[in-house]
T-cell receptor, first 113, second 111 residues
Framework: NAGVMQNPRHLVRRRGQEARLRCSPMKGHSHVYWYRQLPEEGLKFMVYLQKENIIDESGMPKERFSAEFPKEGPSILRIQQVVRGDSAAYFCASSPTSGNEQFFGPGTRLTVL | GESVGLHLPTLSVQEGDNSIINCAYS??????FIWYKQESGKGPQFIIDIRSNMDKRQGQRVTVLLNKTVKHLSLQIAATQPGDSAVYFCAEGTGTYKYIFGTGTRLKVLA
Protein backbone atom coordinates (compact mmCIF):
# COMPACT_ATOMS: atom_id res chain seq x y z
CA ASN A 1 0.00 0.00 0.00
CA ALA A 2 1.69 3.14 -1.20
CA GLY A 3 1.88 6.00 1.26
CA VAL A 4 0.79 9.58 0.73
CA MET A 5 2.34 10.91 -2.47
CA GLN A 6 3.22 14.52 -3.10
CA ASN A 7 4.63 16.16 -6.17
CA PRO A 8 6.68 17.92 -7.04
CA ARG A 9 9.12 17.39 -4.17
CA HIS A 10 10.84 20.67 -4.94
CA LEU A 11 9.33 23.67 -6.71
CA VAL A 12 11.01 26.94 -7.59
CA ARG A 13 8.93 29.91 -8.63
CA ARG A 14 9.62 33.58 -9.26
CA ARG A 15 7.59 36.22 -7.46
CA GLY A 16 4.20 36.65 -9.12
CA GLN A 17 4.02 33.15 -10.59
CA GLU A 18 1.59 30.43 -9.60
CA ALA A 19 2.46 27.31 -7.61
CA ARG A 20 0.45 24.09 -7.80
CA LEU A 21 1.14 21.38 -5.26
CA ARG A 22 -0.38 17.93 -5.63
CA CYS A 23 -1.25 15.30 -3.06
CA SER A 24 -2.50 11.77 -3.61
CA PRO A 25 -3.80 10.30 -0.35
CA MET A 26 -3.27 6.73 0.73
CA LYS A 27 -5.57 4.20 -0.87
CA GLY A 28 -8.89 4.15 0.94
CA HIS A 29 -8.38 7.54 2.57
CA SER A 30 -10.93 10.20 1.74
CA HIS A 31 -9.76 12.88 4.16
CA VAL A 32 -6.91 15.20 3.22
CA TYR A 33 -5.15 17.86 5.25
CA TRP A 34 -2.59 20.46 4.20
CA TYR A 35 0.02 21.92 6.53
CA ARG A 36 2.78 24.49 6.10
CA GLN A 37 6.14 24.31 7.82
CA LEU A 38 8.64 27.14 8.03
CA PRO A 39 12.29 26.28 8.79
CA GLU A 40 12.89 25.30 12.40
CA GLU A 41 9.17 25.50 13.21
CA GLY A 42 6.28 23.11 13.71
CA LEU A 43 3.58 22.37 11.17
CA LYS A 44 0.68 24.79 10.89
CA PHE A 45 -2.75 23.55 9.80
CA MET A 46 -4.05 25.13 6.62
CA VAL A 47 -7.07 23.26 5.29
CA TYR A 48 -9.05 20.03 5.66
CA LEU A 49 -10.89 18.54 2.70
CA GLN A 50 -13.00 15.55 1.89
CA LYS A 51 -13.85 14.52 -1.65
CA GLU A 52 -15.31 17.58 -3.41
CA ASN A 53 -15.75 19.45 -0.14
CA ILE A 54 -13.73 21.93 1.89
CA ILE A 55 -14.50 21.18 5.52
CA ASP A 56 -12.27 23.69 7.28
CA GLU A 57 -10.02 26.29 5.66
CA SER A 58 -9.48 28.37 8.78
CA GLY A 59 -5.69 28.10 8.45
CA MET A 60 -5.54 29.30 4.86
CA PRO A 61 -4.56 32.87 4.05
CA LYS A 62 -7.63 34.69 2.78
CA GLU A 63 -6.03 35.72 -0.50
CA ARG A 64 -4.02 33.90 -3.16
CA PHE A 65 -4.39 30.43 -1.58
CA SER A 66 -6.97 27.84 -2.58
CA ALA A 67 -7.38 24.09 -2.26
CA GLU A 68 -9.48 21.44 -3.88
CA PHE A 69 -9.99 17.69 -3.69
CA PRO A 70 -11.94 16.65 -6.79
CA LYS A 71 -13.92 13.46 -7.16
CA GLU A 72 -11.19 12.08 -9.37
CA GLY A 73 -7.52 12.86 -9.05
CA PRO A 74 -5.24 14.34 -6.42
CA SER A 75 -5.85 17.18 -4.02
CA ILE A 76 -4.36 20.46 -5.24
CA LEU A 77 -3.04 23.35 -3.18
CA ARG A 78 -2.78 26.41 -5.40
CA ILE A 79 -0.89 29.58 -4.56
CA GLN A 80 -1.35 32.47 -6.93
CA GLN A 81 1.09 35.37 -7.34
CA VAL A 82 3.62 33.85 -4.99
CA VAL A 83 5.73 36.05 -2.72
CA ARG A 84 9.00 35.25 -0.95
CA GLY A 85 7.13 34.69 2.31
CA ASP A 86 5.38 31.69 0.73
CA SER A 87 8.69 29.81 0.70
CA ALA A 88 8.16 26.83 3.00
CA ALA A 89 7.61 23.09 3.07
CA TYR A 90 4.01 22.12 2.40
CA PHE A 91 2.88 18.78 3.75
CA CYS A 92 -0.20 16.81 2.94
CA ALA A 93 -1.66 14.18 5.24
CA SER A 94 -4.53 11.77 4.83
CA SER A 95 -6.71 9.63 7.05
CA PRO A 96 -9.48 7.09 6.46
CA THR A 97 -11.89 9.02 8.67
CA SER A 98 -11.81 12.23 10.67
CA GLY A 99 -10.26 11.89 14.11
CA ASN A 100 -7.87 9.13 13.15
CA GLU A 101 -4.14 9.15 12.83
CA GLN A 102 -2.98 11.28 9.95
CA PHE A 103 -0.34 9.87 7.62
CA PHE A 104 2.00 12.44 6.13
CA GLY A 105 3.54 12.69 2.70
CA PRO A 106 7.16 13.67 2.05
CA GLY A 107 6.26 17.30 1.42
CA THR A 108 6.84 19.84 -1.34
CA ARG A 109 9.53 22.41 -0.72
CA LEU A 110 8.58 25.67 -2.37
CA THR A 111 11.23 28.28 -2.98
CA VAL A 112 10.19 31.70 -4.26
CA LEU A 113 12.97 33.69 -5.85
CA GLY B 1 14.10 43.23 6.49
CA GLU B 2 15.73 40.06 7.56
CA SER B 3 13.75 37.83 9.89
CA VAL B 4 15.36 35.87 12.65
CA GLY B 5 14.13 32.31 12.96
CA LEU B 6 13.75 30.45 16.17
CA HIS B 7 16.33 27.72 16.82
CA LEU B 8 14.94 24.38 17.88
CA PRO B 9 15.86 23.23 21.39
CA THR B 10 18.34 20.40 21.14
CA LEU B 11 18.75 17.32 23.29
CA SER B 12 22.05 15.48 22.99
CA VAL B 13 22.29 11.96 24.39
CA GLN B 14 24.85 9.21 24.30
CA GLU B 15 24.04 6.16 22.24
CA GLY B 16 22.47 3.57 24.50
CA ASP B 17 21.15 6.07 27.04
CA ASN B 18 17.48 6.86 27.51
CA SER B 19 16.04 10.06 26.05
CA ILE B 20 13.21 12.14 27.45
CA ILE B 21 11.61 14.79 25.25
CA ASN B 22 9.08 17.12 26.83
CA CYS B 23 6.17 19.07 25.47
CA ALA B 24 3.74 21.53 27.02
CA TYR B 25 0.38 21.68 25.28
CA SER B 26 -1.97 24.60 25.25
CA UNK B 27 -5.59 23.48 25.13
CA UNK B 28 -7.10 21.85 28.21
CA UNK B 29 -9.89 20.53 25.96
CA UNK B 30 -7.44 18.50 23.83
CA UNK B 31 -8.13 14.82 24.16
CA UNK B 32 -5.76 13.23 21.68
CA PHE B 33 -1.98 13.58 21.60
CA ILE B 34 0.56 12.31 19.12
CA TRP B 35 4.32 12.23 18.84
CA TYR B 36 5.87 12.52 15.39
CA LYS B 37 9.45 12.05 14.28
CA GLN B 38 10.73 14.11 11.38
CA GLU B 39 14.03 13.34 9.70
CA SER B 40 15.73 15.93 7.55
CA GLY B 41 13.95 16.40 4.23
CA LYS B 42 11.10 14.05 5.10
CA GLY B 43 7.54 14.26 6.31
CA PRO B 44 6.52 13.61 9.93
CA GLN B 45 6.34 9.96 10.86
CA PHE B 46 3.89 8.73 13.50
CA ILE B 47 5.56 7.31 16.61
CA ILE B 48 2.91 6.87 19.27
CA ASP B 49 -0.35 8.39 20.41
CA ILE B 50 -2.36 8.62 23.61
CA ARG B 51 -5.89 9.64 24.47
CA SER B 52 -6.75 11.79 27.45
CA ASN B 53 -8.33 8.93 29.39
CA MET B 54 -4.86 7.41 29.79
CA ASP B 55 -1.71 8.71 31.46
CA LYS B 56 0.80 6.28 30.01
CA ARG B 57 1.18 4.25 26.88
CA GLN B 58 4.05 2.07 25.77
CA GLY B 59 5.27 1.07 22.37
CA GLN B 60 8.42 -0.54 21.11
CA ARG B 61 11.25 1.29 22.91
CA VAL B 62 9.00 4.35 23.37
CA THR B 63 6.72 5.45 26.17
CA VAL B 64 4.42 8.47 26.22
CA LEU B 65 3.38 10.04 29.52
CA LEU B 66 0.49 12.46 29.82
CA ASN B 67 -0.05 14.79 32.78
CA LYS B 68 -3.31 16.61 32.23
CA THR B 69 -3.03 18.56 35.47
CA VAL B 70 -0.07 20.57 34.19
CA LYS B 71 -0.78 20.01 30.46
CA HIS B 72 2.48 18.19 29.91
CA LEU B 73 3.41 15.39 27.55
CA SER B 74 6.68 13.49 27.39
CA LEU B 75 8.25 10.95 25.08
CA GLN B 76 10.74 8.50 26.49
CA ILE B 77 13.02 6.59 24.12
CA ALA B 78 14.85 3.64 25.63
CA ALA B 79 18.37 2.70 24.54
CA THR B 80 18.65 5.56 22.08
CA GLN B 81 20.19 4.65 18.73
CA PRO B 82 21.82 6.78 16.00
CA GLY B 83 18.72 6.24 13.85
CA ASP B 84 16.68 8.08 16.46
CA SER B 85 18.38 11.35 15.55
CA ALA B 86 15.63 13.60 14.22
CA VAL B 87 13.28 16.41 15.21
CA TYR B 88 10.42 15.28 17.43
CA PHE B 89 7.06 17.07 17.49
CA CYS B 90 4.16 16.65 19.81
CA ALA B 91 0.69 17.44 18.47
CA GLU B 92 -2.60 17.89 20.26
CA GLY B 93 -6.11 17.43 18.90
CA THR B 94 -9.67 17.56 20.09
CA GLY B 95 -10.65 14.21 18.70
CA THR B 96 -11.48 15.56 15.29
CA TYR B 97 -8.87 16.60 12.79
CA LYS B 98 -7.18 19.87 13.60
CA TYR B 99 -3.83 19.06 15.12
CA ILE B 100 -1.81 21.78 16.80
CA PHE B 101 1.88 21.03 16.55
CA GLY B 102 4.52 22.08 19.03
CA THR B 103 7.73 23.74 17.89
CA GLY B 104 9.79 20.56 18.07
CA THR B 105 12.93 19.27 19.77
CA ARG B 106 16.02 18.15 17.91
CA LEU B 107 17.48 14.90 19.24
CA LYS B 108 21.16 14.29 18.59
CA VAL B 109 22.56 10.89 19.39
CA LEU B 110 26.27 10.91 20.17
CA ALA B 111 28.33 7.84 19.31
Amino acid sequence: NAGVMQNPRHLVRRRGQEARLRCSPMKGHSHVYWYRQLPEEGLKFMVYLQKENIIDESGMPKERFSAEFPKEGPSILRIQQVVRGDSAAYFCASSPTSGNEQFFGPGTRLTVL
Amino acid sequence: GESVGLHLPTLSVQEGDNSIINCAYSNSASDYFIWYKQESGKGPQFIIDIRSNMDKRQGQRVTVLLNKTVKHLSLQIAATQPGDSAVYFCAEGTGTYKYIFGTGTRLKVLA
